[in-house]
């Protein structure tokens, strides 16, 4: 899945994603930046069960519809349930020029230790 070694910047040498691997504490503070976009890309309906506060629902099928929407944004952090989606958003963010991603250990809802910021 994803290659988790504590680098900055990695590579899935699967498909040569690019992205920004931080610690819980740095995204954290990346969320609540307004200059960055959080991004849900899980569906409408997981999203309205649970979602970060502040995240913008974008299905990752719906990604290659952001082509210049968030060219502007200091950072794109993305998030799913698990990861896997998380890991195809990056694919598809990358094709379209987007170098600015951030993750957290995979991208995943489930693993996000602040639940004061989870909002059900």
Known sequence: MFNFLGRRRCKCASRNLIYNLVNYDIAKKLIEDSNNILIDVRTKREY?????????????????????????????IIYCSSGIRTKEAIYILNSLGYTNIYIWEYGSLSNFPYKDMIKM
């Not at 502040?54 to 944004?73: G, Q, R, S, T, W």
């Open 48 to 76: 309205d069960i649970m979602h970060i506060l502040n995240a913008v629902n974008i299905p990752v099928d719906n990604l290659k519809m952001c082509e210049e929407e968030y060219k502007h944004k200091n950072a794109i």
